[in-house]
């Protein structure tokens, strides 16, 4: 078995035209920046790039795969190099059992199939040319139809507090608007780790997921995880999620909890801490807030002793997130040791401390081993490294 880095969450900002997909994503994320910037300075091997519903994407990756940039494998994937592509699609699901708007993720073997499901997408969206659009079908017939074209299934940053399955979705279980032998596994999103999903109990039986949700080039694996299979392949991808044929997330790479934007309860007005017992922010006097992840799974866990054996979930910082570690001070790393996965994983703390200061290496240490000092996020808003 090989080890492949995996992040399965990156949006297209923008067309090869320049026509706008995922609004809010940067004008530099076109599919072919994407896999560029993904194999060259990231250095990950499996991407999913969940906005391939939209027309023109299409177009662009057929256009490569004319010019041979862009194949095929027999398993399932496209490969541009040593770099796989998940072909995928993001939607919003707000069907007549939905408490609230809920995203998805779903993936396809082969480019002729993702063309399938665009066709019927387009009788089912408002704009097919859009990212996390709202599909007006059910939670389950969309299943189904992704299932229909061998696909995979996975709600997505399901505990944030907007659009997603336990933030406002459902009440208390995914059964209410899911079949739930339908889902392949569960995106945690950048405010909850393994120990904090694992407390609810109907999601024992799923594999998690860490992904970065980027929405612009340098934001690609600030989370992702390493899959453990013989190829990287849209197969292998189905088979480490069901742990199959020894295939499996080896380990989950991601932020701490307290860095996410929505970990901890905060007042919507000022985005200071909210105390939920008395019912008013103390910094304000605002009686609204935004339900942080910490507090929504305290509702949602369930009694009794979990025993579920878990890929460790590695409290890893992002290089970007690095106090003093600018572009420019990043640029030289990456010109040094190639790829950012290689400086994380691989490159010896001695061999950086040549490059950049001592002070910084140090906290590209800290990163690695989970041991910086954090200042909890919410509302919106990152949490803050506080070693400086």
């Not at 969940?50 to 194949?71: M, N, R, W, Y």
């Not at 993001?90 to 396809?108: A, M, Q, T």
């Not at 304000?284 to 799974?297: E, L």
Request: charged fraction near 25%; hydrophobic fraction near 40%; proline fraction near 5%.
């Amino acid at each position: 078995m090989k080890r492949f880095f995996t992040d399965l969450h990156i949006h297209i900002g923008r067309t090869f035209t320049g026509k706008p997909v995922k609004i809010t994503g940067a004008k530099s994320l076109t599919f072919t920046n994407i896999i560029r910037h993904a194999r060259n300075e990231k250095g990950l091997d499996i991407i999913g790039i969940i906005d391939c519903h939209s027309p023109e994407v299409i177009l662009e990756i057929e256009d490569l795969a004319q010019k041979g940039l862009v194949t095929e494998h027999s398993d399932g994937g496209l490969q541009y190099g040593d770099l796989t592509i998940i072909p995928g699609s993001e939607l919003e699901i707000y069907d007549e059992f939905c408490k609230g708007p809920i995203h998805v993720l779903c993936f396809f073997p082969t480019l002729s199939a993702m063309k399938v499901f665009s066709a019927w997408l387009s009788g089912h969206l408002k704009n097919i040319t859009l990212s996390s659009q709202r599909i007006y079908a059910s939670g389950r017939i969309l299943q189904k139809k992704v299932k229909e074209l061998d696909g995979l299934f996975i709600p997505a940053h399901v505990f944030t507090p907007f659009k997603s399955l336990f933030g406002k979705g459902v009440e208390r279980s995914l059964s209410e608007v899911f079949d739930p032998g339908l889902i392949d596994a569960i995106e945690l999103g950048l405010s909850a780790d393994t120990m904090m999903a694992d407390q609810i109990a109907e999601l024992h039986r799923y594999t998690f997921l860490t992904n970065s949700d980027a929405h612009s080039l340098k934001k690609i694996a600030r989370e992702y995880q390493i899959l453990e299979m013989e190829s990287p392949t849209f197969a292998g991808l189905k088979k480490a999620l069901a742990e199959k044929e020894k295939c499996k997330v080896k380990a989950n790479f991601g932020l701490d909890p307290l860095l996410g934007k929505y970990h901890q309860t905060v007042c919507s007005e000022c985005f200071a801490p909210f105390d939920g017992a008395k019912g008013i922010c103390r910094n304000c006097g605002n009686h609204k807030f935004i339900k942080g992840v910490a507090d929504r799974i305290s509702e949602l866990k369930s009694s009794g002793e979990l025993l579920v054996e878990r890929p460790p979930y590695i409290h890893q910082v992002p290089l970007e997130f690095i106090p003093g570690l600018g572009p420019k001070m990043l640029e030289k790393l990456l010109n040094h040791f190639g790829t950012e996965m290689a400086i994380l994983h691989d490159v010896p703390l001695s061999e950086i401390s040549k490059v950049i200061p001592e002070k910084t290496a140090r906290l590209i240490e800290k990163a690695r081993e989970g041991t910086l000092n954090l200042k909890a996020g919410g509302g919106g808003k990152y949490g803050k490294i506080m070693d400086i």
